[in-house]
């Protein structure tokens, strides 16, 4: 089936350095790619939509100069969290959209997400 | 706007059943999903369940929907202990994005 990676599993950094979360998907092109943020108490909000080739799309209240996202090809999609703060500690999570297939029907697949810690 | 809403704790005993429940505010939302997360791990389609169905089963899975009020549940029969995890409900929205619930953490004592 379709496999998504998400690279690094965990990170730490100092605080004002900036990290880069890498999500490939290795069986598939994927012309979509969704970052979500999950929270201590469990939700997961979607941060932006990446899209190969084209600005990302961000949702309400998502600082686009502080996420950065990248969709340079169409098995990997970059998100940059610049000047990272203790505040962006979380799990981040990514998914992609198989091109080839009828993305509603399976739900898409995700990363087995990244734990950022700032100190 | 999408909202998607469920109750954040469950505690089943061992072989009883896990009812799981979910509701959600876009009336246009084609596809409806359950995933499944264990800890420090990403998220696992467990089932999924068209707009014109009421019912989907899938082994030890019942997935309920009821379209006019707009609720989806969960069924887990003979729960057991590696079926605790947070499940998330999930819809397809019209913006063709999925969003999720906050989560239900499912705890099974013996």
């Known amino acids: 089936g379709a496999v998504v990676s998400q690279h690094p599993s965990r990170v730490i950094c100092k605080s004002g350095t900036s990290v880069k979360i890498e999500c490939r998907s290795l069986?598939?092109?994927?012309?979509?790619m969704f970052w979500y943020r999950q929270f201590p108490k469990q939700s997961l909000m979607l941060m932006a939509t990446?899209?190969?080739?084209?600005?990302?799309?961000?949702e309400q209240g998502v600082e686009k100069d502080k996420f950065l996202i990248n969709h340079a090809s169409l098995t990997l999609s970059t998100l940059t969290v610049t000047s990272a703060h203790p505040e962006d500690s979380s799990f981040y999570i990514c998914?992609?959209?198989?091109?080839?297939?009828?993305?509603?029907?399976?739900?898409?697949?995700f990363g087995s997400g990244t734990r950022l810690t700032v100190v | 706007g999408e909202d998607v809403e469920q109750s954040l704790f469950l505690s089943v005993r061992e072989g009883d059943s896990s009812v799981i429940n979910c509701t959600y505010t876009?009336?246009?939302?084609?596809?409806l999903y359950w995933y499944k997360q264990e800890p420090g791990a990403g998220l696992q389609l467990l089932t999924y369940?068209?707009?014109?169905?009421d019912m989907k089963q899938d082994q030890r899975l019942t997935v309920l929907l009821n379209k006019k009020d707009k609720h989806l549940s969960l069924r887990i029969a003979d729960t057991q202990t590696g079926d605790s995890a947070i499940y998330f409900c999930?819809?397809?929205?019209?913006?063709?994005?999925?969003?999720f619930g906050s989560g239900t953490r499912l705890s099974i004592r013996p």
């Open positions: 069986d598939f092109q994927a012309t979509t």
């Open positions: 876009d009336s246009s939302s084609t596809y």
């Open positions: 990446s899209n190969e080739g084209s600005k990302a799309t961000y």
């Open positions: 998914s992609a959209r198989d091109r080839a297939s009828n993305p509603a029907y399976y739900g898409y697949t």
């Open positions: 369940i068209f707009s014109n169905m």
């Open positions: 999930a819809e397809y929205s019209s913006a063709s994005k999925i969003i």
